[in-house]
């Protein structure tokens, strides 16, 4: 069956560490991969989008960065955390019809 | 890009009773999708209706493409349909677009 997981589900990280966000699909090959974060009260916004290894698209300029180093693996970095990368991460994937979440990652920066 | 507005905000109701939630956009849409989010943040994938309506027990949706609108509704509203209630339109693919999300509707389904 086609899954995705994605770790770790809370994160507390003080602010100028690094921040790795891993997402990883089961049961397919070749997915269309995005990363979401959600604020606070807020809806949804893009961050990354993917369609082949290596290959990223960015939606709005920001602290972060995101990487494909294998067909089902979707990677969200920061060098620097920011107070402001605060927020609710969840990786997402278009199996047929539509978007399926993962799980989420719940980011503070303190 | 594509603006998509929802109603109400938030929304408080008795266990047993029947709610509307609607989405509006802004353009033009290939693909629409009503979202529950439930407390723990797990956004679960409700419908995927870019037109037309559809139903899944106590839930159904209508989408009016040419009037650039959605509407979710709950029957027989029960304490676990509480969370928060995302649509999201796309003009794309959606196996390789980008959806906007609205800011929800809270709903709170009080015993």
Known sequence: SQTIHQWPATLVQPVG?????????????????????????????????????????????????ASRPQDRQFILSSKKLLLSDSGFYLCAWTPYYGYTFGSGTRLTVV | ?????????????????????????????NNLQWFHQNPWGQLINLF???SGTK????????????ERYSLLYISS????????????????NTNAGKSTFGDGTTLTVKP
């Open chain 1, 17 to 65: 560490s690094p921040l790795s966000l891993e997402c990883t699909v089961e049961g397919t090959s070749n997915p269309n991969l995005y990363w979401y974060r959600q604020a606070a009260g807020r809806g949804l916004q893009l961050l990354f989008y993917s369609v082949g290894i290596g290959q990223i698209s960015s939606e709005v300029p920001q602290n972060l960065s």
């Open chain 2, 48 to 50: 995927y209706i870019p």
């Open chain 2, 77 to 92: 509203s029960q304490t676990t349909d509480s969370g928060v209630y995302f649509c999201a339109v796309g003009t794309g």
């Open chain 2, 55 to 66: 139903q899944n027990g106590r839930l159904s949706a209508t989408t009016v493409a040419t």
């Open chain 2, 1 to 29: 890009g594509i603006q998509v507005e929802q109603s109400p905000p938030d929304l408080i109701l008795q266990e047993g009773a029947n709610s509307t939630l609607r989405c509006n956009f802004s353009d033009s849409v």
